[in-house]
């Protein structure tokens, strides 16, 4: 591995530890209740590198490890699957390719979002900058452009389908990946009621 690949896990994995000690903090603490200063002090790391990887408090919970390995598990399955099928493959290997519970992590990170509401509305603005590199992945796997109006409305679909299971596995203390792998194959099928 180059120096630059080193430097580059070594970064990833600085973020991913401070993050997890902030997530167990809020669990603990409660959000309102911890402080940037105890986080960066439980992940032994000084504020000002805290700061660095996180610039403000919501972006402990905001930063989402899950979406770029789900993309990359996502473009690299079979051509020949519809990209729904493809999409439930890649959520399922993202569990099984990960060295944390990363089940664990989002549940706690949509816990957190599903109930400060400082988080709730940080969360919206941020489905803007997240999507898009959906919609290149969902285009390239179909052959299409990312602004073609059928690819963003696919990947609204998609979106929207697992933001709803989210919310419903964090309500009701379900397994996340198991409900929104449900929910997945709930579309697949059409959505029939």
Do not use: C
């Amino acid at each position: 591995m180059s120096t630059g690949g080193l430097r580059e896990l070594k970064k990833k994995r600085t973020r991913e530890a401070i993050q997890d000690h902030a997530l167990r903090l809020y669990r603990e603490q409660g959000y309102a209740k911890t402080t940037l200063e105890e986080v960066a002090a439980a992940a032994e790391v000084s504020p000002s590198t805290l700061f660095r990887y996180f610039p403000t408090k919501p972006d402990t919970v905001l930063f989402d490890r899950v979406d770029p390995i789900f993309l990359e598990k996502f473009l690299a399955e079979p051509a020949n699957l519809p990209p729904i099928q493809a999409a439930r493959n890649a959520l399922l290997a993202v569990l099984n390719s990960t060295e944390v519970d990363i089940a664990t992590v989002e549940t706690t990170r949509m816990r957190l979002i599903a109930t400060v509401p400082e988080l709730r509305a940080a969360v919206l603005q941020k489905v803007e900058t997240d999507l898009p590199p959906f919609m290149e992945a969902f285009a390239q796997r179909v052959g299409r452009e990312p602004d073609d109006p059928r690819v963003r409305y696919w990947t609204g679909a998609v979106a929207g389908v697992a933001l709803m299971a989210y919310l419903r596995a964090v309500d009701n203390g379900e397994d996340i990946y198991t409900v929104v792998n449900e929910a997945l194959e709930f579309l697949e099928n059409g959505m029939p009621l």
